[in-house]
C-alpha cells in the first residue's frame, strides 16, 4: 500500500484546512484507515480513524466536534476535514493504513504503512 498525504499549510487560529491522502496498490475493501500527528519535540499521536468499508470510525478526545474522517471510494483517496484549529494542532499529520476492519487502534505501532507527511501550522 502506497500512502501520500498532501493539503498542509499555514491556518489562523480558529480556521479550516482539509487533508488528503491517495491510497494505491491494493484494495482497501478489508483496511483501516488513520491520521496522526507529530508536533515538534513530541510522541507521535493518534487523531482519527476509519474503516474503509464500514465507515465506522474513531477520534482523539483533543479531536472530537472539530475534525471530521471520511473517505472517498472511487478515488481512493482519505481526508480529515479540520475546523476550529487551534495553536496546539500544529504538526506534522501522517496517514497509515491497516489490514483489518474490526476495530480501529490508537497505536501507532499496529499501522504498518505510512505516508510521508504534510505541516500543518496554526497561528494567530
Known amino acids: 500500500v502506497q500512502l501520500q498525504a498532501s493539503g498542509g499549510g499555514l491556518a489562523q487560529i480558529g480556521g479550516s484546512l482539509r487533508l488528503s491522502c491517495a491510497v494505491s496498490?491494493?484494495?482497501?475493501?478489508?483496511?483501516?484507515m488513520g491520521w496522526f500527528r507529530q508536533a515538534p519535540g513530541k510522541e507521535r499521536e493518534f487523531v482519527a480513524a476509519i474503516t474503509w468499508r464500514t465507515g465506522r470510525t474513531r477520534y482523539a478526545d483533543s479531536v472530537k466536534g472539530r475534525f471530521t474522517i471520511s473517505r472517498e471510494y472511487v478515488q481512493d483517496t482519505l481526508y480529515l476535514q479540520m475546523n476550529s484549529l487551534k495553536v496546539e494542532d500544529t504538526a506534522v499529520y501522517y496517514c497509515?493504513?491497516?489490514?483489518?476492519?474490526?476495530?480501529?487502534?490508537?497505536?501507532?505501532?499496529?499501522?504498518?504503512?505510512w505516508g510521508q507527511g504534510t505541516l500543518v501550522t496554526v497561528s494567530s
Open positions: 497509515a493504513s491497516r489490514q483489518g476492519n474490526t476495530w480501529l487502534p490508537d497505536a501507532s505501532n499496529e499501522y504498518p504503512y
Open positions: 496498490g491494493r484494495s482497501l475493501s478489508s483496511h483501516g
